[in-house]
C-alpha cells in the first residue's frame, strides 16, 4: 500500500473530521507529526471499544508520526463528565498513576511501544497557579460549557453539576497546548472535549489541532457504548478463553461492526461469513482476536473449552481451591463452602444463587439453601462447583 492509499484509509476511519483539508495537508506534508491520544485511567484494563482509536494510531505511527498518550491522571482526579448523567467518582493521584502504567502495558500489544511518548497531563496542570487557572477559564463562557449535551440535560432535570467539572473540558483543552498538538484522535462522546483544544490552541497563539472522531464500538448488549463499567466488553487482557465465550455472544446484527472495526480480515468475505453461517462468523471473529492478542496456539484450547461448556459439561482447566481440613467442618452449609470457595461475594449471594438454581455440584442442580457438604462429597479428593453456565471453581480438601 502506498503512502496516499494508507492516508485514505486513515481519513476513511473517521465519522467527523475538523479540519479534513488541513488534515490531508499535514499527512502529505512529510513533516512528523504530534498525534495526541488521551486516556482516562479511572479503570485500568484496555477493551475492544479502545482498540478502535489504538487500530488507527498504529497507521499513524507506521507512517512516522509521533504518538503521544497522555494519560490523564491529574484530570481523572476530577472525572470526566462526558455522558454522565451525574458525578463520576474522582480517583486518588497513587490510583490514577498505578492504573496508567496498566494501561501501557496493554497499548504495547498493538502499538510500537518504543515509538510512543508517554505523558501525565499532572506534568503541566499540577504545576499552574490560581491566576492561571483563571485566565483559562476565562477562554469559555458558560453558554458554550452547557452545549454538551450530558451538562445540558443535567441542568435541565436539576442534576447536580460541580463547578469542578466544568473545568474538566477545559484541562483536556489544554493538554494539547502544552503539547502543541498537531492532531487529536477520539471517539464521538469526546467530541466537545477535542474541539475545546481547537480553540485553546488558537487563543494561545497555536496552530489549532485537526481532530479526527471515531465510531464508538457497541457493547455485547447491543445497546450501550461497550464499557467495562457496564459488563458489555471484552478485554484484550481477558484470557483467550473468556475473550472466545464473549465473542460467541456478539449479537449478530452488530457482529459484521466487530469485524469492520477491530480486525483487519477482508469484508467481502465476513459478508458471505455472515450470510451463509452465523455461527461460524462468530468463531471466525472469536479466533481473530485470541490470535491478535494472545497468539495462534490458544485458540484450540479457547474452542475445546467453550464447547465442553456449551454443552453443559466441566472443563479440565479450571481453578482450584484448596481448603485445610481442619477449616472444614463436616456439616458445612452449603453457603458457606461457596463463599469461602470465592465463586460468590457473601453467604447471602450464595444463597440467591442456590434458589435460583444457579450452582450446580459436580454437574447436578442443587437449590436447598439448607443442604450440608460432607466430606463424603468429596470423591478421589475434590468436588467442582458451577455457578451459571461458565464460572467452575473445583474445590479441595487438605488432608482428607
Same mark, same amino acid.
Given at each position: 500500500?502506498?503512502?496516499?492509499?494508507? !492516508?485514505?484509509?486513515? !481519513?476513511?476511519?473517521?465519522?467527523?473530521?475538523?479540519?479534513?483539508?488541513? *488534515?490531508?495537508?499535514?499527512?502529505?506534508?512529510?513533516?512528523?507529526? !504530534?498525534?495526541?491520544?488521551?486516556?482516562?485511567?479511572?479503570? /485500568?484494563?484496555?477493551?475492544?471499544?479502545? @482498540?478502535?482509536?489504538?487500530?488507527?494510531?498504529?497507521?499513524?505511527?507506521?507512517?512516522?508520526?509521533?504518538?503521544?498518550?497522555?494519560?490523564?491522571?491529574?484530570?481523572?482526579?476530577?472525572?470526566? /463528565?462526558?455522558?454522565?448523567?451525574?458525578?463520576?467518582?474522582?480517583?486518588?493521584?497513587?490510583?490514577?498513576?498505578?492504573?496508567?502504567?496498566?494501561?501501557?502495558?496493554?497499548?504495547?500489544?498493538?502499538?510500537?511501544?518504543?515509538?510512543?511518548?508517554?505523558?501525565?497531563?499532572? &506534568?503541566?496542570?499540577?504545576?499552574? @497557579?490560581?491566576?492561571?487557572?483563571?485566565?483559562?477559564?476565562?477562554?469559555?463562557?458558560?453558554?458554550?460549557?452547557?452545549?454538551?449535551?450530558?451538562?445540558?440535560?443535567?441542568?435541565?432535570?436539576?442534576?447536580?453539576?460541580?463547578? $469542578?467539572?466544568?473545568?474538566?473540558?477545559?484541562?483536556?483543552?489544554?493538554?494539547?497546548?502544552?503539547?502543541?498538538?498537531?492532531?487529536?484522535?477520539?471517539?464521538?462522546?469526546?467530541?466537545?472535549?477535542?474541539?475545546?483544544?481547537?480553540?485553546?490552541?488558537?487563543?494561545?497563539?497555536?496552530?489549532?489541532?485537526?481532530?479526527?472522531?471515531?465510531?464508538?464500538?457497541?457493547?455485547?448488549?447491543?445497546?450501550?457504548?461497550?464499557?467495562?463499567? *457496564?459488563?458489555?466488553?471484552?478485554?484484550?487482557?481477558?484470557?483467550?478463553?473468556?475473550?472466545?465465550?464473549?465473542?460467541?455472544?456478539? /449479537?449478530?446484527?452488530?457482529?459484521?461492526?466487530?469485524?469492520?472495526?477491530?480486525?483487519?480480515?477482508?469484508?467481502?468475505?465476513?459478508?458471505?461469513?455472515?450470510?451463509?453461517?452465523?455461527?461460524?462468523?462468530?468463531?471466525?471473529?472469536?479466533?481473530?482476536?485470541?490470535?491478535?492478542? $494472545?497468539?495462534?496456539?490458544?485458540?484450540?484450547?479457547?474452542?475445546?473449552?467453550?464447547?465442553?461448556?456449551?454443552?453443559?459439561?466441566?472443563? &479440565?482447566?479450571?481453578? &482450584?481451591?484448596?481448603?485445610?481440613? %481442619?477449616?472444614? *467442618?463436616?456439616?458445612? /452449609?452449603?453457603?458457606?463452602? *461457596?463463599?469461602?470457595?470465592?465463586?460468590?461475594?457473601?453467604?447471602?449471594?450464595?444463597?440467591?444463587?442456590?434458589?435460583?438454581?444457579?450452582?450446580?455440584?459436580?454437574?447436578?442442580?442443587?437449590?436447598?439453601?439448607?443442604?450440608?457438604?460432607?466430606?463424603?462429597?468429596?470423591?478421589?479428593?475434590?468436588?467442582?462447583?458451577?455457578?451459571? %453456565?461458565?464460572?467452575?471453581?473445583?474445590?479441595?480438601?487438605?488432608?482428607?
Amino acid at each position: 500500500m502506498t503512502k496516499e492509499e494508507k !492516508i485514505e484509509l486513515i !481519513i476513511r476511519r473517521g465519522v467527523q473530521i475538523f479540519n479534513e483539508d488541513s *488534515l490531508r495537508e499535514k499527512l502529505n506534508s512529510g513533516k512528523k507529526l !504530534i498525534i495526541k491520544f488521551g486516556a482516562d485511567p479511572s479503570r /485500568p484494563d484496555l477493551h475492544l471499544g479502545h @482498540t478502535v482509536a489504538l487500530r488507527l494510531l498504529k497507521d499513524l505511527q507506521d507512517l512516522g508520526h509521533e504518538i503521544v498518550f497522555v494519560i490523564g491522571d491529574f484530570t481523572a482526579m476530577i472525572g470526566d /463528565p462526558s455522558g454522565r448523567s451525574k458525578t463520576r467518582p474522582a480517583l486518588t493521584f497513587d490510583e490514577t498513576r498505578k492504573n496508567g502504567e496498566t494501561y501501557f502495558k496493554q497499548v504495547a500489544k498493538i502499538l510500537d511501544p518504543k515509538k510512543i511518548r508517554i505523558t501525565y497531563n499532572s &506534568e503541566w496542570l499540577a504545576k499552574m @497557579t490560581f491566576e492561571d487557572v483563571v485566565k483559562l477559564t476565562g477562554k469559555y463562557t458558560v453558554a458554550r460549557i452547557l452545549e454538551r449535551d450530558d451538562f445540558a440535560n443535567r441542568f435541565k432535570n436539576n442534576v447536580p453539576i460541580g463547578i $469542578h467539572e466544568f473545568l474538566y473540558p477545559l484541562m483536556q483543552g489544554y493538554d494539547s497546548v502544552a503539547l502543541n498538538a498537531d492532531v487529536e484522535i477520539g471517539g464521538t462522546d469526546q467530541t466537545f472535549n477535542l474541539l475545546v483544544g481547537r480553540e485553546l490552541q488558537k487563543d494561545y497563539g497555536q496552530e489549532s489541532q485537526d481532530v479526527m472522531v471515531l465510531p464508538l464500538l457497541v457493547g455485547l448488549d447491543g445497546k450501550e457504548k461497550m464499557s467495562k463499567s *457496564l459488563g458489555n466488553y471484552i478485554g484484550i487482557d481477558e484470557p483467550a478463553n473468556v475473550m472466545y465465550e464473549k465473542a460467541m455472544k456478539i /449479537p449478530d446484527s452488530i457482529l459484521f461492526e466487530y469485524f469492520k472495526l477491530t480486525t483487519d480480515l477482508d469484508l467481502s468475505e465476513v459478508e458471505k461469513w455472515i450470510k451463509e453461517d452465523i455461527i461460524l462468523a462468530h468463531k471466525k471473529y472469536a479466533e481473530e482476536i485470541i490470535k491478535m492478542y $494472545h497468539g495462534e496456539e490458544f485458540i484450540k484450547e479457547a474452542e475445546e473449552r467453550y464447547k465442553t461448556v456449551a454443552t453443559g459439561g466441566i472443563p &479440565e482447566n479450571i481453578e &482450584e481451591v484448596c481448603i485445610e481440613e %481442619k477449616e472444614f *467442618l463436616d456439616g458445612m /452449609p452449603y453457603p458457606d463452602l *461457596l463463599t469461602k470457595s470465592g465463586i460468590v461475594p457473601s453467604k447471602s449471594e450464595a444463597r440467591r444463587m442456590i434458589e435460583q438454581n444457579g450452582i450446580s455440584i459436580n454437574g447436578k442442580k442443587e437449590n436447598d439453601i439448607n443442604k450440608k457438604f460432607e466430606i463424603s462429597d468429596f470423591k478421589d479428593g475434590f468436588l467442582v462447583i458451577q455457578k451459571g %453456565k461458565k464460572q467452575f471453581k473445583r474445590i479441595i480438601i487438605k488432608g482428607n
